[in-house]
């Protein structure tokens, strides 16, 4: 099985500002990634398939990029709806496995 | 599309429990529907899919021998039972469709169900 690392489990962000979510998997998995955003009681919502393909209705403050084993995701002018909690997913092979989650709060 | 899933169980541990994942929206032969995991305040698992266009299914080998997928492709709905249940079956499960029609293989998850609460207690 391939293994998907979030090396943060937590980050605390200011409001307004960047920040990059970090994954690595234990295998190379070619760019079939993608990135989800989970808040409290509510399913994940994808956010980015294929590590850098932006989903319709996803705000441009939000993007992907990686190759090979490692993968980020990057929010910018971060807001106070962007509090939740990351998981990347590799869908490269089965079973599919998802990173343990990074939560970001506002600082 | 939606998914519309069945609501919280509570369970005796060493039964079993069916779950249910209605869709609508979209041609339900066309994607496949996966099964995840969620532990109270932990990650994701992936259980396994069902291809209702097909019948065919594959499941992550760690849950080959709790899960077992079927379909009822006149009501659009796939159920996921869940046998001999234990402590570590407590969780929310949650259905989500393929982002990608016809496709086995590949599969992120574009539409997910609300999620089911499993409750697993004496």
């Known amino acids: 099985d391939i293994q998907m690392t979030q090396s943060s489990s937590y980050l605390s962000v200011s409001l307004g500002g960047r920040v990059t979510i970090t994954c690595k998997a234990s295998?190379?998995?070619?760019?079939?990634l993608a990135w989800y955003q989970q808040k409290p009681g509510n399913a994940p919502r994808l956010l980015i398939s294929?590590?850098?393909s932006l989903e319709t209705g996803v705000p441009s403050r939000f993007s992907g990029s990686g190759s090979g084993k490692d993968y980020t995701l990057s929010i910018t002018s971060l807001q106070t709806e962007d509090v939740a909690t990351y998981y990347c997913q590799q869908y490269w092979s089965t079973p599919y496995t998802f990173g343990g989650g990074t939560k970001l709060e506002i600082k | 599309v939606q998914l519309q899933q069945s609501g919280a169980e509570l369970v005796k541990p060493g039964a079993s429990v069916k779950l249910s994942c209605k869709a609508s929206g979209y041609t339900f032969t066309e994607y496949t529907i996966h099964w995840v995991k969620q532990r109270s305040g932990q990650g994701l698992e992936w259980i396994g899919w069902?291809?209702?266009?097909?019948?065919?299914?594959k499941y992550n080998e760690k849950f080959k021998d709790k899960a077992t997928l079927t379909a009822d492709k006149s009501s659009s709905t796939v159920y996921m039972e869940l046998s001999r249940l234990t402590s570590e079956d407590s969780a929310v499960y949650f259905c989500?469709?393929?982002?990608?029609?016809?496709?086995?293989?590949?599969?992120?998850?574009?539409?997910w169900g609300q999620g089911t609460l499993v409750t697993v207690s004496a």
């Open positions: 295998d190379h998995i070619n760019n079939w």
């Open positions: 069902f291809y209702p266009g097909s019948g065919s299914i």
């Open positions: 294929g590590a850098t």
């Open positions: 989500a469709r393929h982002g990608r029609p016809y496709d086995y293989d590949k599969a992120w998850f574009a539409y």
